[in-house]
Structure formats: C-alpha cells, structure tokens
C-alpha cells in the first residue's frame, strides 16, 4: 500500500526546459518536505509545507519553488535546471513535524541532458 | 553548524558476521536520532530511533543502536547480518525544529 507516491520516477529534461516532480500521499499528514540527494551524498532538504505554510531552507536556489494545492499533492517546479540539478529527489511526510518519523516516497531520479 | 558525520563509506562482510555502523554528530543540545535505511530500489525507511529513556533503543530487523551522549555518538549495530541486510544506511538527528540532518550515508553489503 503506497503511503507516499512520487512521480515520475525518472524525468529527463532538457538544459534550462521547466520541470515539474510530483509527490502525493495517502497519510494525510500536515507536513510534507522535498529533499535533493545527489550521489554518494546525504539528502538535503530543499524546503517543506506545514499544511500550507511554506519553508524555505536559507540555501536552496531561487530555481527551485514548491506547490502544495491541498493537504494530499505537492510539486516540486524546477524553473532553468542546470547540469548540476541533476539529483535524487525525495519526498516525505510526517504527520506534523519535529519528533514525528518522516515517511519517504521512491524519488524521481532528474537527469539533466 | 550541526552536523552528522558517518565513519564508513562502504562496508563489505559476509553473512552471520557482527555489524557496527558509527554515527557522530555535533550539536550541544537535546536531540533525537534516527537510522534510516534504504534498501536497493526502495524508498528510504525508518530502522529506529531515539529520542529519550533508554539509551539502547531496538528497531526492526535485529537491530539496535547505543545513544552515549558523552561521546555524542549513536552506533548503529546488528550481531549477526543476513544477506538481505545489503541497503546503504543513514544516521540522521533532529535538534529543535523539523530539520532532519542526514550523515552521507553507508553502503553495506552482505555477502553469502
């Protein structure tokens, strides 16, 4: 029973062309965040919805904005990817933040020609 | 700046062997742990966490992790591995908001 659906799970996009990542759930948890994770490296969380209330974290690039339409779907918009956006992205969810466990989608794995 | 640091990039051992994962962090304040484990093609899930009481916490799958706050360590650990315990495995600790900061992360395979 998937609890948190990511998709697609690959996406190729072209140099500087928008794409758009999708992340739903089935939790109905009020918090939902998106991470990057590049190769061999640690997930690094871009930003996060507390139900609608958007949090940015201080370094993630003005390229990438988020959309969370209602409590189930959020969007990841990555505006002019570059070379270097190439990554993992994940979603998560926990039912409100902090102390609560983080429940973790598939990822779409970006490449970036 | 918090941090988690993991000591081992890329664990190789074979089947029955004792496993120990190490994980440091740096942060002066109350924490809470986790170690968080994907298996190959699979999302990221939860092995166990820490967050007050006892400091020998056990998670699925046989295993168990030691809070030592003097050390400001949270060892992952397993007495005897299997095959499917091949996944990369990460340490990760919340301070005083929603943040979770990952470790990069170790590749363990199990050999049979």
């Known amino acids: 029973d998937a609890m948190v659906i990511q998709n697609p799970r690959y996406q190729v996009t072209q140099f500087g062309k928008p794409v758009t990542l999708s992340c739903s759930q089935t939790?109905?948890?009020?918090?939902m965040y998106w991470y990057q994770q590049k190769s061999s490296q640690a997930p690094k969380l871009l930003f996060h919805?507390?139900?609608?209330?958007?949090?940015n974290e201080a370094d993630t690039p003005d390229n990438f904005q988020s959309r969370r339409p209602n409590t189930s779907f959020c969007f990841l918009d990555i505006r002019s990817p570059g070379l270097g956006d190439a990554a993992m992205y994940l979603c998560?969810?926990?039912?409100?933040?902090?102390?609560?466990?983080?429940?973790f989608g598939p990822g779409t794995r970006l490449t970036v020609t | 700046a918090q941090s988690v640091s993991q000591h081992n990039h890329h664990v190789i051992l074979s089947e029955a062997a004792s496993l120990e994962l190490g994980c440091n962090y740096s942060?002066?304040?109350?924490?809470?742990l986790f170690w968080y484990v994907q298996y190959p093609g699979q999302h990221l899930q939860l092995l166990l966490k820490?967050?007050?009481?006892?400091?020998l916490v056990k998670g699925i799958k046989g295993f168990e992790a030691e809070f030592i706050k003097s050390k400001f360590s949270f060892n992952l650990r397993k007495p005897s591995v299997q095959w499917s315990d091949t996944a990369e495995y990460f340490c990760?600790?919340?301070?005083?908001?929603?943040?979770?900061?990952f470790g990069a992360g170790t590749t363990v395979t199990v050999r049979a």
């Open positions: 990760a600790f919340r301070s005083n908001d929603y943040k979770l900061s």
């Open positions: 939790l109905n948890h009020n918090v």
């Open positions: 919805y507390y139900d609608k209330d958007f949090n």
């Open positions: 998560a969810t926990s039912l409100r933040d902090g102390a609560y466990e983080q429940y």
């Open positions: 942060y002066g304040g109350t924490v809470n």
């Open positions: 820490y967050f007050s009481g006892d400091p």
